[in-house]
């Protein structure tokens, strides 16, 4: 004798739930171990297994028989639901690109002229059309012209509020002068500045962008600005002499 259309129906009812609560709270279960910084081992593969072993539980204790079923049709919805909001998080947004193109064309000083703390979020707020592309002094009008070039628009002058247009340079730190406070090391934005409290502290010329801000925090004002190239013994010649 067959199993009664109304059982069938119920049956396939809770299996229908099953898969659909498992898609509905996967990304919820994915975002709360994403903000709360897991180890490694439950990302990936592993975050999989994981959810799926929690899927199974609330429906494999519904019924002794049918308990695996519900468990593989919960763990199936939540392990696609986890597999679709891990690949829209990686997945870069156009706004992401836009934003990378744009900070691709920026000079990277990191110095904040424009308004904003470094260089990505300059160009965040050009993609969002927060910001101008003319605040960018040590990109100067080349920049801007790039800028103007990749988002299809007009180019215009530096906006003089934002600072002007400068050579490049490189900071040097005068050795006789400096005090080893280390608050130029905390100001620099890309860790140009090496050495320990009280010692003598070195700028690493290839890594300096010149972007001046570790002078306002100078106690002593030893540090100097040369322009480019950043060859070391014209560098010294030039403190020194």
């Keep these: 004798m067959g199993m009664p259309l109304t059982s069938i129906a119920l049956v396939a009812a809770v299996f229908v739930a099953a898969f659909a609560s498992g898609l509905l709270l996967g990304p919820a279960l994915r975002i709360r171990l994403d903000d709360a910084e897991p180890p490694a081992m439950l990302r990936g593969s592993r975050l999989t ?24 049709f919960a763990s199936a919805g939540w392990i696609l639901a986890v597999l679709i909001s ?33 260089c990505r979020p300059y160009a965040a707020a050009i993609a969002s059309g927060e910001a101008d592309i003319n605040q ?8 801007v012209r790039k800028l103007a070039d990749l988002l299809g628009r007009a180019p215009k ?18 050795e006789e002068d400096c005090i080893g406070c280390t608050k130029c090391i905390q100001a620099c934005p890309v860790d140009a500045i090496v050495g320990a409290p009280k010692r003598m502290h070195t700028v690493i010329a290839d890594l300096c962008t010149g972007c001046e801000l570790c002078l306002p925090p100078c106690p002593v004002d030893c540090i100097a600005l040369l322009p480019v190239p950043r060859d070391s013994q014209i560098v010294a010649i030039a403190i020194n002499g």
């Design 49 to 72: 297994l994981l959810t799926a072993v929690l899927a199974g539980l609330p429906f494999a204790a519904v019924d002794a028989v049918h308990g695996w079923l519900y468990w593989l």
């Design 86 to 118: 891990a690949a829209k998080r990686s997945a870069p947004t156009q706004d992401d690109t836009l934003v990378t193109a744009i900070d691709r064309v920026l000079p990277q000083t990191q110095c904040g002229q424009c308004g904003y703390p470094g």
């Design 136 to 143: 960018c002094p040590p990109g100067g009008t080349a920049g």
């Design 157 to 174: 002058p530096l906006n003089p509020e934002h600072g002007i247009e400068k050579p490049a340079v490189v900071a040097l730190i005068v």
